[in-house]
């Protein structure tokens, strides 16, 4: 079994890198397009790792950020670096998805939310004022604060 094993994840390897190679031969794409492709791969290992070992949540950090960081990395090359100026949000949300990825496959701790609703928040916050609609974030800190004030305390709560 350990050396079906062994066997398996170079084949794979090998396999993904052949179509990846492979791909400017069927399609308008160049070989140096496809250099985020690495960056996404090595974000699967990291799952591919997490799901052998599931016991490993921690695996799942990388993983989200190296396969987020990669798709955008890939979108830019094909549409163009100048899109990097609105979707830079995407390095903030991408640890912020990892958090949620490591509560919702590991142990189910309470304290990986809270740095995940940080980063996520905040990610969308900028990515909001990088559209038109950059009016909505404003509105939407006045509005989460009047709720704050305005909401009834809990129970053994104390002013």
């Not at 890198?17 to 974000?43: D, Y």
Request: net charge neutral; proline share 6%.
């Amino acid at each position: 079994m350990a050396t079906q094993q062994r066997s398996l994840v170079p084949g794979v390897i090998l396999i993904a890198l052949g179509i990846l190679f492979l791909l400017p031969r069927f399609f308008q794409i160049h070989v140096s397009e496809l250099w985020p492709m690495f960056v996404i791969g090595g974000g699967i290992a990291f799952y591919v790792g997490f799901f052998a070992d599931r016991t490993n949540y921690g695996l799942l950090m990388p993983g989200t950020i190296l396969t987020v960081i990669g798709l955008l990395f890939f979108y830019c090359t094909i549409e163009g670096w100048y899109m990097m100026e609105n979707l830079w949000p995407f390095f903030i949300i991408a640890p912020g998805l990892g958090f949620v990825l490591m509560y919702l496959f590991g142990t189910k701790e309470q304290g990986l939310l809270i740095p995940a609703g940080i980063l996520i928040t905040l990610g969308f916050f900028f990515l909001l004022g990088r559209t038109e609609y950059d009016y909505l974030w404003p509105i939407a800190l006045i509005a989460i604060g009047v709720l704050l004030l305005v909401a009834p305390k809990r129970k053994g709560q104390s002013s």
